[in-house]
């Protein structure tokens, strides 16, 4: 239990539709993150909060929406996606502290029909 | 963003040490991590080093920092087979920014 909390563990939509993911992390922490994980590919950074406020969009396409309503809560919107969007996405939080460890959570693993 | 290399694979025998090897671009890096991630989860930090450091043991892990050729390595001694997993080297620039590689799939073979 890293004290981040994703949900659902598992989606299944098609491209047409839309639904959400959602994050939520328990520990205090200031900053909030979303990556995509693909296989053989880097870690991808898509978006930074900090402080509720969105500091980085790493070129994301927008069919991806973020939304970050507190420091505690972080989602991500999905709509019109494409099957090359499947993939694992993981959210994960930090404190503006010395050593700036993420901690993450343990993934959504998002396949479009 | 920054570049954060790593061979995708390595394979090694129980009881053997397993090297692990990241490049990376930026030299303006100010931390630099290892994470574990097991099946079906997300990553975990095993040990970072600050940049200024130029190697740091902990229990079975060593990591070494070469900063003039950006190249930093996870050694784990005495490998077991709950150590099979996929390890990510990263980043940390300035602000809140995370740099990671594709990750080094280690497999254990007893």
């Known amino acids: 239990e890293t004290g981040v909390t994703q949900t659902p563990r598992h989606l299944v939509m098609g491209m047409t539709n839309k639904k959400s993911l959602k994050c939520e992390q328990h520990?205090?922490?200031?900053?909030m993150y979303w990556y995509k994980q693909s296989a053989k590919k880097p870690l991808e950074l898509m978006f930074v909060?900090?402080?509720?406020?969105?500091?980085e969009n790493n070129s994301v396409p927008s069919r991806f929406s973020p939304e970050c309503p507190n420091s505690s809560h972080l989602f991500l919107h999905l709509h019109t996606l494409q099957p090359e969007d499947s993939a694992l996405y993981l959210c994960?939080?930090?404190?503006?502290?010395?050593?700036?460890?993420?901690?993450f959570g343990e993934g959504s693993r998002l396949t479009v029909l | 963003g920054e570049d954060v290399e790593q061979s995708l694979f390595l394979s090694v025998r129980e009881g053997d040490s397993s090297v692990i090897n990241c490049t990376y671009t930026?030299?303006?890096?100010?931390?630099l991590y290892w994470y574990k991630q097991e099946p079906g989860a997300g990553l975990q930090l095993l040990t970072y080093?600050?940049?200024?450091?130029d190697m740091k043991q902990d229990q079975r892990l060593t990591v070494l920092l070469n900063k003039k050729d950006k190249h930093l390595s996870l050694r784990i001694a005495d490998t077991q087979t709950g150590d099979s997993a996929i390890y990510f080297c990263?980043?940390?620039?300035?602000?809140?920014?995370?740099?990671f590689g594709t990750g080094t799939s280690l497999t254990v073979i007893p």
């Open positions: 994960a939080s930090s404190s503006s502290g010395s050593t700036g460890e993420l901690f």
């Open positions: 520990l205090g922490h200031n900053a």
């Open positions: 909060y900090n402080f509720k406020e969105q500091t």
């Open positions: 930026d030299s303006s890096s100010t931390y």
């Open positions: 080093i600050f940049s200024n450091m």
């Open positions: 990263a980043e940390s620039t300035s602000g809140n920014q995370f740099y």
